[in-house]
Nanobody, 123 residues
Framework: VQLQASGGGLVQAGGSLRLSCAAS????????MGWFRQAPGKEREFVAA????????SYADSVKGRFTISRDNAKNTVTLQMNSLKPEDTAVYYC?????????????????WGQGTQVTVSS
């Protein structure tokens, strides 16, 4: 499956952004999906994940209550709604897909990765 992330940009602290990830070339509903981010000089970290059906979600503590992950299996898309953004949310955001039947928070559990989209939050 190929993944294409979009929606990044520059926003002031307290603002919102909506990231989208479009999937092609596979059966989207057979993949659990995740969002990760990587800031300069840091390791890639888990942000959020959603199950195949969308019935289960998981979030990093740092974004819980501010970010919402969702998916539309009819449109082959997964979305990350980011509210109350902080400067520490600045990073390149990646969407990823896993063949696992369970949602996962570790990069090594994901099989496919998109190219990333830059999110910059100014103070």
């Amino acid at each position: 499956v190929q993944l294409q992330a979009s929606g990044g940009g520059l926003v002031q602290a307290g603002g919102s952004l909506r990231l989208s990830c479009a999937a092609s070339g596979g059966t989207f509903s057979s993949y659990a999906m995740g969002w990760f981010r990587q800031a300069p000089g840091k390791e890639r970290e888990f942000v959020a994940a959603i199950s195949r059906s969308g019935g289960m979600t998981s979030y990093a503590d740092s974004v819980k209550g501010r970010f919402t992950i969702s998916r539309d299996n009819a449109k082959n898309t997964v979305t990350l709604q980011m509210n109350s953004l902080k400067p520490e949310d600045t990073a390149v955001y990646y969407c990823a897909a896993t063949n696992s039947r369970f949602i996962a928070s570790m990069t090594r559990h994901y099989d496919y990765w998109g190219q990333g989209t830059q999110v910059t939050v100014s103070s």
